[in-house]
């Protein structure tokens, strides 16, 4: 079946530092995917999407690049600030499927350090 | 804010209480979702409800009832849940359950079973 892995964490890294996490996929066809990032105490906010390969989404300062080669979509950000701690979400959809079908990674806890 | 407004933030209920969450959204949106988020656990899909009707219930246990009286809003009852119950409870809305569609999510309401 479809599914999202996303690199563990936490995933503590100093401002400035450059971010990137890790999420590839399983799925049949060529499925949607988002980013998600969930800051404390709030529910998720949708970060970023791509629809199809080569697609680069982006917003705040992060991107991600659908590649369909290696089934991967990982988030980057140049330059973290203390204000992107979070826990963030790698996502899919598969193509023609409704959209309670979307799936998410187990999520990746990132924290900056001042 | 994010037009899906969840009350209340906070519950903390006994296993023989019966209690109900709600869900509001301002977007006009005609599809309406119910997540469970665990600690280290992917979000589980627990409903689905389109135009007001149930389209998906990801075998759920029966201690949880969801209600969807029109499109903008959303219950999900609760009567005799067990520990393993607390969790952070979100609510998502999407305009509809196809397309590419991202769906909007409510800050949640944090769950706790004595």
């Known amino acids: 079946g479809d599914s999202v892995t996303q690199m563990e964490g936490p995933v503590t890294l100093s401002e400035e530092a450059f971010l990137t996490i890790n999420c590839t996929y399983t799925a049949t066809g060529y499925p949607s995917l988002f980013w998600y990032v969930q800051y404390p105490g709030e529910g998720l906010q949708l970060l970023l999407k791509a629809t199809k390969a080569d697609d680069k989404g982006s917003n705040k300062g992060f991107e991600a690049t659908y590649r369909k080669e290696t089934t991967s979509f990982h988030l980057e950000k140049g330059s973290v600030q203390v204000s992107d701690s979070a826990v963030y979400f790698c996502?899919?959809?598969?193509?023609?499927?409704?959209?309670?079908?979307?799936?998410f990674g187990s999520g990746t806890r990132l924290s900056i350090r001042p | 804010e994010t037009g899906v407004t969840q009350t209340p933030r906070h519950l903390v209920m006994g296993m023989t209480n019966k209690k109900s969450l709600k869900c509001e959204q301002h977007?006009?949106?005609?599809?309406m979702y119910w997540y469970k988020q665990s600690a280290k656990k992917p979000l589980e899909l627990m409903f689905v409800?389109?135009?007001?009707?149930?389209?998906e219930n990801n075998s759920v246990p029966s201690r949880f009832s969801p209600e969807c009286p029109n499109s903008s809003h959303l219950f999900l009852h609760l009567h005799t849940l067990q520990p393993e119950d607390s969790a952070l409870y979100l609510c998502?809305?999407?305009?509809?359950?196809?397309?590419?569609?991202?769906?909007?999510f409510g800050d949640g309401t944090r769950l706790s079973i004595l």
């Open positions: 409800y389109s135009l007001e009707e149930r389209v």
């Open positions: 998502a809305s999407s305009p509809g359950t196809g397309g590419d569609e991202p769906q909007h």
């Open positions: 996502a899919l959809r598969a193509l023609y499927s409704s959209a309670s079908k979307i799936i």
């Open positions: 977007l006009g949106h005609n599809a």
